[in-house]
């Protein structure tokens, strides 16, 4: 019994290694597809092979996320 829950675990470890190489290997770093100042970080691809990722801008040369707009709040 031992040797087998040794076996699971080694595994485990074995295909948690190769699933995070292939998925570095994949997108090295995210690419941001862009016009002037608005751009969407590509950060990989769902199953049906769309694009996944975030909208970003540009501000001051430097590109940032763009946070939600919308918020909550209670009626009082």
Excluded: Y
Excluded at 37 to 56: A, C, N, Q, W, Y
């Amino acid at each position: 019994m031992k040797r087998l829950m040794l076996f699971w675990v080694a595994s485990l470890v074995l295909v948690s290694i190769a699933a995070l190489t292939l998925a570095q290997t994949r997108f090295p770093e995210p690419r941001i597809l862009s016009g002037d100042d608005i751009g969407f970080r590509v950060e990989g691809m769902d199953l049906s092979g769309k694009p996944t990722g975030h909208v970003m801008v540009r501000v001051n040369g430097e590109w940032i996320e763009v946070g939600d707009g919308m918020t909550v709040r209670p009626v009082k």
